[in-house]
Every structure is written in structure tokens, then in C-alpha cells.
């Protein structure tokens, strides 16, 4: 069965560098997203990505962070300066959505530590 | 301001009982509400979704409501295995097609 997949599944990283997570959607889903979960807290929606350009994105998505779909396959959320409080859970989700299918698939996620 | 609220942070039942989960939301009018499941570490998966014109859908032993009056969905398992312990997330789609998703209900079915 198909899945998304993220690399790296753990990273740690000092603060002020920069990373980047990779995913890998479901390859004929049209729409693709970024979710964070910060520990104990609820799945909080980043950006949507669709037709090579971001569709929409949430206030948290500020100008250090950026997403990429570089090949065709890949998608990536780089972080550019990171900071204590970037520390969470981050899923990366794909979907058919507007092709009569809704759901979002989602990732295992990869989870950023920021010390 | 749009707000997305599950009746409660746990539900502990009894294995073979029916839990039952509430999503209420406020300011949305959405196209479409979904639930997901959440393990532990890891990411959310889909178990069902029901559209803004449909009052009830059902998969095995899921079943989910949809009240768009009063803007709220209950989501049922009936027959509660221990293995259905997880977390329960209402998740809405407005017409830009994103999810947003309530904070969740965590189940324990205890054996």
C-alpha cells in the first residue's frame, strides 16, 4: 500500500541553524501539506502546497520557514533559523483532495529537537 | 473565531462497551468532518469521513454523526477492543481543502 514517507525520523539541531525535512507524498495525490504537533498539544496545520505553489498557510508559517516540491517527488519544510520553540513533531500529508477523495495521508512525522 | 472542541481529554471504558466521542465546532461552516486515529508518536490516520448534506456514515464497527444544526458530530465504536486504545481526532476540511483538527480524545479500553 502506498504511504508518505519522512526523513530523517529524528534530528536534532542547535538553534539559530538551519534544516530541512524531506517527505516523499503518495505519488499521484495533487495536494500537499505540513502539520506540526508540538508535545501534548493538538496537530496544528502549517502550509498547503498545490500546483507547484503554496496554496495557503497558517500564521506560524512565518518568513524562516519555506517549502519546496524540488523534483517532482519530493517535498521539503526548511526551517532557516531555528529556535527552542521549533521543537515538535512534523508531519508532512498528501491527498487526492477535490478529486472526489479527502482524506489526507499522513507521514510518521519526523521529530525536530532544538537545543 | 473558529473553534473545533472534543468533549473530553480521555474516555476510559470497558472492553465490549460503545465509546462514544464529541466534536463540536464553532464559526465553520465546513464542507467536510473527519476522524483520525493518532498513536503514540506517530502520525494521524483516517478512519471516516462525513459530508456536510449526510447525517450518518458507518465502517465496521465506526460509526460517525453529523449534525450541521447544531455543529456536532459523535463518533461511535461499538463492541471496544483494548486495541482501539488510541487517540481520536475530529479534523475539519473548509473549502480550501486544509484540515484543521481538534485537540483529541484519548480512549482506554480496559480489558
Known amino acids: 500500500e502506498p504511504e508518505v514517507t519522512q526523513t530523517p525520523s529524528h534530528q536534532v539541531t542547535q538553534m539559530g541553524q538551519e534544516v530541512i525535512l524531506r517527505c516523499v507524498p503518495i505519488?499521484?495525490?495533487?495536494?500537499f501539506y505540513w502539520y506540526r504537533q508540538i508535545l501534548g498539544q493538538k496537530v496544528e496545520f502549517l502550509v498547503s502546497?498545490?500546483?507547484?505553489?503554496?496554496?495557503?498557510k497558517s500564521e506560524i508559517f512565518d518568513d524562516q520557514f519555506s517549502v519546496e516540491r524540488p523534483d517532482g517527488s519530493n517535498f521539503t519544510l526548511k526551517i532557516r533559523s531555528t529556535k527552542l520553540e521549533d521543537s515538535a513533531m512534523y508531519f508532512c500529508?498528501?491527498?487526492?483532495?477535490?478529486?472526489?477523495?479527502?482524506?489526507?495521508?499522513f507521514g510518521q512525522g519526523t521529530r525536530l529537537t532544538v537545543v | 473565531s473558529q473553534k473545533i472542541e472534543q468533549n473530553s481529554e480521555a474516555l476510559n471504558i470497558q472492553e465490549g462497551k460503545t465509546a462514544t466521542l464529541t466534536c463540536n465546532y464553532t464559526?465553520?461552516?465546513?464542507?467536510?468532518l473527519q476522524w483520525y486515529r493518532q498513536d503514540p508518536g506517530r502520525g494521524p490516520v483516517f478512519l471516516l469521513l462525513?459530508?456536510?448534506?449526510?447525517k450518518e456514515k458507518r465502517k465496521e464497527r465506526l460509526k460517525v454523526t453529523f449534525d450541521t444544526t447544531l455543529k456536532q458530530s459523535l463518533f461511535h465504536i461499538t463492541a471496544s477492543q483494548p486495541a482501539d486504545s488510541a487517540t481520536y481526532l475530529c479534523?475539519?476540511?473548509?473549502?480550501?481543502?486544509?484540515?484543521?483538527f481538534g485537540s483529541g480524545t484519548r480512549l482506554l479500553v480496559r480489558p
Open positions: 479534523a475539519l476540511m473548509d473549502s480550501s481543502y486544509k484540515l484543521i
Open positions: 502546497f498545490y500546483n507547484n505553489e503554496i496554496s495557503e
Open positions: 462525513i459530508r456536510e448534506n449526510e
Open positions: 505519488s499521484n495525490h495533487l495536494y
Open positions: 500529508a498528501s491527498g487526492r483532495i477535490g478529486s472526489g477523495d479527502t482524506e489526507a495521508f
Open positions: 464559526n465553520y461552516s465546513p464542507a467536510y
